[in-house]
């Protein structure tokens, strides 16, 4: 994900003020995305079979 930010919206790349802004806006949102992603990855993984709320069980385990 972090790659497709920096493929898809090269915000450095930008001559123009607003397009500049505008390009920013959408790679910091993709960034923080990203970034929800794995601590939510980290936390379903973390807590597993306690939470109760998975059908099955955890793709990974951190120990």
């Not at 090269?10 to 505008?22: G, I, N, P, T, Y």
């Not at 794995?38 to 951190?62: E, K, R």
């Amino acid at each position: 994900m972090f790659s497709t930010a920096l493929l898809m919206h090269a915000f450095w790349k930008e001559s123009e003020a607003q397009a500049r802004q505008a390009e920013m806006v959408h790679f910091l949102k993709d960034v923080a995305l990203g970034g929800a992603g794995l601590m939510l990855l980290a936390f379903f993984s973390y807590v597993g079979d306690d939470l109760g709320l998975t059908i099955t069980g955890p793709l990974f385990d951190i120990s």
